[in-house]
């Protein structure tokens, strides 16, 4: 026993002492490189550059299109370079590349560096998908409908948009047509012919038709804003409207957002006419209304929806929103949320997304994203440079369209809706001409450029629903 402790404890020092041994043998890590920004890029390519690591004899460079290197471009796989610089070449235009480099000596190769976004100039000359947005959604095992924003004007037959809206879409919503200040004349009277012609246009070629709005603080009529009567009266008066406008599109409008927008920006109640009129409790009057409307004219499908924007990364907000749904859903009147998503490329993110969409899920609503558009300009951030899509701004937005379309797909069947964007070229969005949003003129947020041809939004979109 004795004898065998002794030998344990020797090999123990033996082994002990080797490894201490070895330990002083051991060379310093190399240091991970850092990556600096390109220079001279052009059409066909640009200059990679790094700086130097400590006890390095050359580098390894990886180029991809992917930003996690799936997708390394030929001869640009670990290439091994001497200098601290390398000019990639026989790139495609203004297409998105990465590069990241990682330091080599006579026996070791250090990690990777920072990853590096290069878009080269030019065009990709790369054609955008033309795969039409509906037929590719309506092969998914979970569709929903596929939206635009309409103008009665838009709709005569041949005209490309009538062209583009029966290829591409299956769901229609009245850009502004369909408010209370274009229908509403006077109490009881109204003038149904332009929103008569954008329903019947989506009955007759079997396009889903969404109505919006009946209640919004922006869209009132100036009788009503300027009522004389009792605040009894003035509810009476929207009570009629709302009965009114849901009765006459009976099983013809599939879905009505009845309050637009009711929550303001630091979550309380936006003062509005309607506040100030009926009180606090006047969304689940107009939701009442509505449902009652429709009950009566046997319109048992309609289905109810509250809109509002911006609620992603505004939790005040968003919560205020959420608390107003609760109280609907607890009286039954509601069945959906349309969030408008006017974003950005730069925002809300995909986890702010995610999570307002999905507090919607677990009520068991039904999610129309119901203004979709995608400013590359916010802010005017280029209001000092002469503003132009530039290959950059074009491949953010390409991407912002692909993450949100994604998100949406993934919801659970019994959640989805509809994606609807909120008009269809460039040029007659109504974001380059918000004086809200004050940047005029240069803005290019949707899938369609002024010409009607598509964009790489439009791809990113179709990439969204792989
Ligand atoms: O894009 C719409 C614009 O053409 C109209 O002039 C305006 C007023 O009716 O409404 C715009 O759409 C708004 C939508 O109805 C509600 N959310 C905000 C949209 C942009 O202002």
Redesign the pocket.
Known sequence: MKIKFLLLLSSLFFFLNACSKEDSTVIENLENPLANAPKDVNDNGFRAKWNYVSKSKSYLLDVSTTENFSALVPNYNSKEVTDLNEVVVSLTGGTQYYYRVRAKSETQTSGYSNVISVVTTGTSNVPEDPTFLKVKVNKLANPFFVGM?V?ANQLNAGSPYDVILKNEFSSISA??EM?M??ISVASGVYNWTVADKIVAYGNTNNINVHG??LV?H??VPSWLANYAGTDAEFSLEVKKYITDVVTHYKGKVKSWDVV??SIADNGSMRNTVFLRRMGPNYVNDCFKWAREAANAAADTQLLLFY?D?ATSDNSNKQNAVYTLIDKLITDKLIDGVGF?M?NTIFAPSKIQIEKDLNRAVTKGLKIHIS?LDMQVNPGNAQSNLTATFTNELRLAQKAKYKEIVKIYNALPKANKYALTV??MKDNE??IPF?T?LNHPGNDWPLLYDSNFAIKSSHTGFLEGLD
């Open positions: 924003a103008k850009e502004y408010k200040d274009q919006h709005a919004w922006n869209s637009n927008e809109n924007y408008q006017h203004e909120w008009g969005s109504w918000s809200e």
